[in-house]
């Protein structure tokens, strides 16, 4: 007989020789994801302000409000999750953790230690603007406590001994804390982020008057053609990649590009969240999965050619054309065909890494 223990919406697994920790309800991990965006939009809202108010001196913010209030609150949703592990009021009880949480737990205590830690550099050093914002120590301090925090239900549906699971409303927390997670990293890569190009200034990039420029914004594109596709072969790695699943990463990272660009690039958002559609029709076509390496790696080339292909025709089939002073400019073909290639095959690349090929056990003749 199976014995289940109610704990805060938590449910204990079947005992065993070994205790065993509690798993969090499906309902546990919806409140934490939901309350992690919170946290996140506030962030976003932070970078924006950085990005566009001009001469910001001051700690106390409104978007610093969003922010610290979201952390409030989603720390104490965590410690509200966790707290049949913290009855003795001595030494936590790890066994008594939530699978997924005890990480989360120490990443709440250290955010509140680099909250602190960043109110004393801005009292010291001053407020920071655009991309110093990205190398501050207090900074990525914070940003790494609350990738934690807010992944917390990718790692409990992740550590769970459960049947195996398909489809994106049993996944729907893991997934929505994954694209929350990849908010995160491309937020503080933004320096290297291709989706905060504006359609002229891609047009500009794929006709070559500056190679500069072009350089800059080809690096860029690699560099996030990573961020994309590199939850989706997460997924792969444990599931089969559930289908929407691309279309609420894709989302949430158009929409974090757009708010730190001023809202200068929505028709260029637009195209990305066309690319996830037609990735989400990629994979319920292809099923990738690590079980199916081939699939998986034809899902990650196609996936990059379908996303940066769609995002280049948007540029110009939804954004104004572009004039010089000598008439309207034209695409170079090498890289208007060729740039998608490229990332095609840095999306194969990162599937073989992801799920490298088995070696075969050859026999002594």
């Not at 989603?74 to 009021?89: E, F, H, M, N, Y």
């Not at 960043?118 to 010291?124: A, K, P």
């Given at each position: 007989m199976v014995n289940i223990e109610v704990l805060s919406?938590?449910?204990?697994?079947?005992?065993?020789?070994?205790?065993?920790?509690?798993?969090?309800?499906?309902?546990?991990?919806?409140?934490?994801?939901?309350?992690?965006?919170?946290?996140?939009?506030?962030?976003?809202?932070?970078?924006?302000?950085?990005?566009?108010?001009?001469g910001l001196e001051t700690f106390f913010t409104p978007w610093h409000a969003v922010f610290y209030w979201g952390f409030l609150v989603?720390?104490?949703?965590?410690?509200?999750?966790?707290?049949?592990?913290?009855?003795?009021?001595?030494?936590?009880?790890?066994?008594?953790?939530?699978v997924g949480y005890a990480s989360a737990?120490?990443?709440?205590?250290?955010?509140?230690?680099?909250?602190?830690?960043?109110?004393?550099?801005?009292?010291?050093?001053?407020?920071?603007?655009?991309?110093?914002?990205?190398?501050?120590?207090?900074?990525?301090?914070?940003?790494?406590?609350m990738f934690v925090i807010v992944t917390t239900p990718l790692r409990a549906a992740w550590l769970q001994d459960r049947p195996a699971v398909s489809g994106l409303r049993p996944l729907l927390p893991a997934v929505l804390a994954l694209a929350l997670g990849s908010t995160l990293v491309l937020l503080f890569l933004q320096y290297g982020n291709a989706l905060t190009f504006n359609a002229a200034s891609v047009q500009v990039a794929l006709s070559n008057p500056d190679e500069g420029f072009t350089g800059r914004f080809v690096s860029a594109l690699v560099l996030t053609n990573v961020v994309l596709l590199a939850p989706l072969l997460l997924l792969a790695r444990r599931w089969v990649v559930p289908v929407g699943s691309a279309t609420i990463v894709y989302a949430f990272l158009a929409g974090l590009?757009?708010?730190?660009?001023?809202?200068?690039?929505?028709?260029?958002?637009?195209?990305?969240?066309?690319?996830?559609?037609?990735?989400?029709?990629?994979?319920?076509?292809?099923?990738?999965?690590?079980?199916?390496?081939?699939?998986?790696?034809?899902?990650?080339?196609?996936?990059?050619?379908?996303?940066?292909?769609?995002?280049?025709?948007?540029?110009?089939?939804?954004?104004?054309?572009?004039?010089?002073?000598?008439?309207?400019?034209?695409?170079?073909?090498?890289l208007l065909t060729g740039i998608p290639v490229v990332a095609a095959l840095v999306g194969l690349l990162l599937a073989v890494l992801v799920v490298p090929t088995q070696p075969v056990r050859a026999e002594r003749a």
């Open positions: 919406g938590t449910e204990a697994a079947p005992s065993g020789p070994e205790p065993v920790r509690p798993i969090t309800s499906y309902r546990t991990d919806l409140v934490m994801v939901l309350l992690g965006a919170w946290f996140t939009v506030g962030l976003m809202l932070d970078a924006w302000a950085h990005n566009n108010v001009p989603t720390g104490g949703w965590i410690a509200w999750t966790v707290r049949p592990a913290l009855r003795g009021g001595g030494r936590p009880d790890l066994r008594a953790m939530p737990s120490v990443a709440v205590l250290a955010f509140a230690l680099f909250g602190f830690g960043d109110f004393t550099w801005h009292e010291v050093f001053g407020i920071e603007q655009n991309i110093d914002i990205l190398f501050s120590p207090t900074h990525l301090g914070l940003v790494v406590s590009s757009t708010a730190v660009s001023g809202f200068e690039n929505v028709t260029m958002a637009a195209g990305v969240v066309v690319g996830g559609i037609g990735v989400d029709l990629l994979a319920w076509r292809l099923r990738p999965s690590a079980d199916a390496p081939r699939r998986l790696r034809a899902f990650a080339a196609l996936a990059a050619l379908w996303t940066w292909t769609a995002f280049f025709a948007t540029a110009y089939v939804a954004g104004e054309a572009v004039h010089f002073e000598r008439g309207p400019i034209t695409p170079t073909p090498e």
